[in-house]
């Protein structure tokens, strides 16, 4: 199937806006607010202003028929554009791309924007993304609903992604038959954490492992596998250790392959630490392939959500529409999954945005290349 460029997606998006409104075209708002916060544009004036200054550049690609929309009129449009059905067409586009270079693992987390304020569990605007770990790629995002949270949030974003054969790596906020039950719907794999806000699940996994231990595991399918890091001032210790075919698991949770335990020991200037977590998995595989997965998990606050706060300050954006707060950090995240794309370039996503925001030759590659316009 061939792939259709992020102009073709957009342009099938329905504009919310009167016909009497409409004085510039809705894919010419979204594209300039692309290529504006590409730029390291972080607020609505500041893609206006980015748009002016690139006026003739933009010209060889959009119609503006009026010129530069205003900074009120990107706003409004934004405030009016729905979330949901703007997420899903950048997700689609993402599907599309994901279909030529395959998706092995998808992690889902949450972030909050500490300075937008809102009615979720956090007290503020909270967003659940997906992100394609080796890619480096958003494959779609959700905003948590008012009085809501993360688990309620999750299973709508599962509706829009394609999952065959892919891995979703989650925290213990998607811990639930129902959700793993969507993943392996969706002929996907999960490898999911497990606490105790899942107190029946948590204490029969301890209890493997437990049971396990007494005998030396004996007559137990298990792998197990180690490595030992230092680096940065900081030894580190990690033990990896995947029961096969667990018995005295709550039946209600779908197709469980194994469960894993991970020891982790870290000595930090003299101060020693250790944790064991635990995970649940649909995925038949050793202790290295999984140890491997459960790190990479964090890939999207290592490589996503510390990213938008240090290249685009995300964490401090006060944006009071819902509308208009989830639409523009759609386009952040586009954005870092853009700039990633870019293997040939050099330093930080921050310097590539700076690049892109005086370079227009460097912009225009980033684009084609991926074949937005």
């Known amino acids: ?96 791309w994901s279909e030529v270079i395959g998706i ?80 392996r719907d969706q002929k996907g794999d999960y490898l999911i954490a497990v606490k105790a806000n899942q107190p029946t699940l948590h204490k029969a996994v301890m209890q493997v492992f437990a049971d396990a231990c007494e005998t030396d595991f004996k007559n137990v399918q298990y792998t197990q596998h180690e490595t030992i890091e230092d680096k940065h001032g900081r030894h580190e210790e990690r033990y990896v250790t995947v029961v096969e075919n667990p018995k005295g698991l709550p039946e209600d949770w779908p197709d469980v392959a194994a469960i894993v335990q991970v020891n982790r020991e870290r000595e930090v200037k003299g101060k020693n630490t250790s944790t064991t977590h635990y995970y649940l998995t649909s995925l038949k595989a050793d202790a290295k392939t999984l140890g491997q997965y459960v790190r990479r998990h964090w890939a999207i606050e290592n490589e996503l959500h510390w990213s938008l706060d240090v290249t685009y300050g995300e964490d401090a954006h006060r944006t009071a529409n819902k509308n208009a707060a989830a639409n523009l950090a759609t386009i952040r995240r586009t954005a870092i999954s853009l700039l990633k794309q870019d293997i040939t370039g050099k330093g930080s996503l921050r310097g590539r945005a700076y690049k892109a925001s005086i370079n227009s030759e460097y912009m225009e590659q980033i684009l084609l290349k991926n074949t937005v316009i």
């Open 1 to 96: 199937m061939a792939r259709r460029s992020l102009l073709e997606h957009i342009a099938a998006i329905k504009d919310p806006r009167l016909l009497r409104t409409k004085k510039h075209r809705l894919d010419d708002i979204l594209i300039i607010a692309l290529c504006g916060v590409l730029g390291r544009a972080t607020s609505f004036e500041d893609i206006a202003e980015f748009a002016k200054a690139r006026k003739s550049w933009f010209k060889k690609f959009l119609e503006l028929t009026n010129g530069i929309p205003s900074h009120d009129t990107i706003y409004r449009v934004f405030c009016a554009l729905n979330r949901k059905v703007f997420a899903e067409c950048f997700g689609q586009w993402v599907a599309e």
């Open 104 to 183: 092995k693992q998808i992690a889902i987390d949450g972030k909050s924007l500490r300075h937008a304020k809102g009615n979720t569990f956090s007290g503020c605007m909270h967003l659940v993304g997906a992100w394609a770990t080796e890619a480096g790629l958003l494959l779609g995002q959700e905003a948590v609903e008012d009085r809501s949270s993360e688990a309620t949030a999750i299973p709508a974003l599962l509706e829009i992604l394609h999952l065959k054969g892919s891995l979703v790596t989650i925290d213990a906020a998607g811990c639930s038959p129902r959700i793993c039950q969507k993943i």
